[in-house]
């Protein structure tokens, strides 16, 4: 092998486990493993106590100790774009959708047409003045029997086609 080459190795050595690599058109192309990165074992010891530990590729992140939570069952971490846990945030949304889709099973029963939801919206399709809004509201503020005491409301309106929020 020439000097090049060998150099070449060297690099890949002490870039592994941080970069996978692949042959493209005869040169070396970089991808950044986030597997390994993301997978890596968090260290122990005073980092945890200051809420930040910090990863063998040298990333930090701040950490919080909520017993039996993400895919290690062990931390949550602060994602500072969304400025929330992201643990927080997947249990919120997921409760969400638990109380929508009973709150849409409701309208079904009722005689409802839904021909739709868009996060926690519920689109139904009726002829004029078979349904009204406050029906509706009604309903989707009913409480499930595994939450009732989550504070619930409704709002809604009449439109001819689907209006989009931005």
Request: net charge negative; aromatic share 10%.
């Amino acid at each position: 092998m020439g000097k090049q080459e060998d150099q070449l190795q060297e690099q890949e050595g002490q870039l592994a486990g941080r970069f996978s690599f692949w042959e493209n058109n005869g040169g070396r192309a970089f991808r950044k493993n986030r597997y390994w990165r993301d997978n890596a074992p968090l260290q122990a010891g005073s980092q945890l106590a200051d809420r930040i530990t910090v990863h063998p590729t040298g990333l930090k992140e701040q950490v919080y100790d909520i017993r039996n939570c993400g895919p290690r069952h062990r931390f949550a971490v602060y994602d500072p774009a969304a400025g929330k846990l992201r643990i927080v945030s997947n249990c919120t949304q997921a409760t969400a959708r638990d109380i929508l889709v009973e709150a849409m099973w409701r309208l079904e029963q009722a005689g409802f047409e839904i021909v739709g939801h868009v996060h926690d919206e519920v689109i139904i399709e009726a002829p004029v003045g078979q349904h009204t809004v406050a029906e509706v509201c009604s309903m989707m503020a009913q409480n499930p029997a595994w939450c009732p005491d989550c504070p619930l409301s409704a709002a809604g309106y009449l439109a001819p086609d689907y209006y989009f929020k931005d």
